[in-house]
């Protein structure tokens, strides 16, 4: 599964080198393990289309092509709620709900149905926890693993690294 194969359209070439490489790898294995293989190329699907439409010797490779629809703000929250479960977080029933209306304002200013907004939006959450957590003289365990509504931000910053190294990040 190649992610984000999208980006290779902004490459210089278009991306050319990239798909030759790949078209070669393809031809290389083919024959060999022709019912056993499947390549994903995932990413948007206008860019991804155009990178397929002008290398049609590539496309050749890719029998089928399926567009599945993005997240909606319900999957994105969900999403978000397991994503900090399996990071050790409990979410208030206010907090997961203010999740569901931050990701779905995040939607509406720039739709993509990525569940890297969901990600995104952890990230965040968990730094605004922390900023609570040090805040406290004596923070309990519970404290240490709760999400509160105060520690979503009221928007996701859209243009903020995911994982940066200036923010404290999670750290239990």
């Given at each position: 599964?190649?992610?984000d ?24 294995v083919?024959?060999?393990?022709r ?12 860019p ?5 439409r002008a ?9 089928a ?17 397991a ?15 203010k ?38 003289p004596?923070p309990s ?7 509160c509504?105060?520690?979503?931000p ?19």
């Open positions: 599964m190649i992610t194969a999208h980006a290779w359209y902004d490459l210089p070439g278009h991306g050319q080198q990239m798909t030759r490489a790949l078209y070669q790898l393809l031809t290389q083919h024959d060999r393990v019912e056993d293989l499947a390549v994903i190329l995932a990413g948007q699907a206008r991804l289309g155009a990178l397929l290398s049609p010797a590539l496309a050749a490779r890719f029998p092509v399926i567009d599945f629809p993005g997240y909606t703000t319900s999957h994105l929250a969900a999403i978000f709620t994503l900090a479960a399996e990071a050790g977080f409990a979410l208030t029933p206010a907090a997961a709900h999740a569901g209306v931050v990701l779905g304002q995040a939607e509406s200013r720039r739709p993509s149905g990525n569940a890297r907004l969901a990600v995104r939006l952890l990230d965040q959450t968990a730094s605004g926890q922390a900023r609570r957590i040090v805040s406290l004596a365990p519970a404290a240490l693993t709760s999400i509504p105060d520690d979503l009221g928007q996701i910053d859209l243009d903020e690294p995911v994982g940066g190294d200036e923010r404290p990040g999670q750290y239990l």
